[in-house]
Every structure is written in C-alpha cells, then in structure tokens.
C-alpha cells in the first residue's frame, strides 16, 4: 500500500480549501446580483391569479372544474412596495409565457380591462372580470398547446405593461389551478 506523503496531503488540503472559498465566493456574488435596492419612492405590484368555477357540473367535487364548465375570473392586486402605485388598468389574457408571448395567435382569450384604484403600501384590491370564459375540452386543452400558456395578469401603469403575476393550468380529469407565480413588478412613482 502507496501512502500519500505529507507534503502532498498538505497541497490537497490547501487546494480544497480555496475550492471551498471560490465556491463561497460566487454564492455570495450571486446572491447579491438577486438583491435590488429601490428607492423610497415605489411601488411594488404583485398580481396573483384567481379562478372559480361559476356553476360547478358535480356540486360534490370541491376545486375540481370539468372541461366545458364557465368560470369566474379575479386578480388580486397587492402593494409590497413602500409608496402608493399609480392608478391603472388591468386585464387578464391566456397565452404563451416569456419568451414565446409576442408570436402571432399567442393569446387564446383576454379579458376586458378594469380600472384599478391607487393602493397603498401593504394593501390589496381584488378585481373582477366579467367577460364569459369557458375552460377548453381536454382536445381543445392539447389541440391548442394549452400546456404552453398561461393566465397573465398584466397592469398598463404610465402607458406601458407590466406583467404582475400568471397562473398555469393542470389537468387530469379535472382541471386544476397550477403553480401560482406572483411576479413583484417595481412602478416608479414621481415625488409631488
């Protein structure tokens, strides 16, 4: 049996350790590139994304919506920023996620807009939308690649759309809301 000389366990030894710390390093650089710092002066929009079925088919199946059946569409707007957002509207539209959203025939279904109040740091809205909407059979479901798309909330502030937060669907028998992802969209608010 070979055994490995002092000096050499030594250097191994040294090598691990500046592994170690490169590798401590680059975490700490990245976790700092995910850190923003906003100023005081804006607001942060996060939208998550609400579906209810408006008249069940099986009155016992809770959350669970058949192909076919209408529902109800909502966004809850939240402010998690630390100054009043500017007033805006909102619409919801079922299409294909980033990087794919501008293609042509991406959005299957959109919503009417609504107006949104100013909210305040810490306060949410709940809007509703009244535009009829009927969840796709399950051919429809993968004739029209709904697995790619997803509900997305999108706040026109200032003249320019933001995404605030999308909501994919599942489904096996039933559909089911996916994944909610709010997406903490920054609004500049100018200083009166």
């Not at 059946?69 to 920023?81: A, W």
Request: charge should be neutral; charged fraction near 15%.
């Amino acid at each position: 049996m070979s055994k490995i000389s002092l000096p050499s366990t030594r250097l191994l030894f040294k090598l691990g350790l500046g592994f170690l710390a490169t590798l401590l390093l680059f975490a700490r650089i990245g976790y700092s590139y995910g850190q923003t710092n906003h100023s005081i002066s804006d607001a942060i929009l996060q939208g998550s994304i609400q579906i209810q079925a408006s008249k069940l088919i099986d009155p016992n199946s809770s959350e669970k919506v058949q192909p076919g059946t209408p529902v109800q569409l909502s966004v809850i707007v939240e402010n998690k920023g630390s100054q009043a957002s500017p007033k805006g509207d909102i619409y919801l539209c079922y299409g294909f996620a980033k990087p794919l959203d501008k293609e042509n025939g991406s959005i299957l279904f959109q919503t009417e807009k609504q107006t949104f109040p100013s909210i305040d740091p810490g306060k949410s809205v709940i809007i509703s939308f009244s535009t009829p909407h009927l969840l796709p059979s399950i051919l429809d479901f993968v004739r029209n690649d709904w697995t790619l798309r997803e509900y997305q909330a999108i706040a026109v502030l200032n003249g320019e759309e933001h995404l605030i937060g999308s909501l994919a669907m599942t489904f096996s028998a039933y559909y089911y809301p996916g994944m909610h992802k709010e997406f903490p969209t920054i609004i500049s608010v100018p200083l009166p």
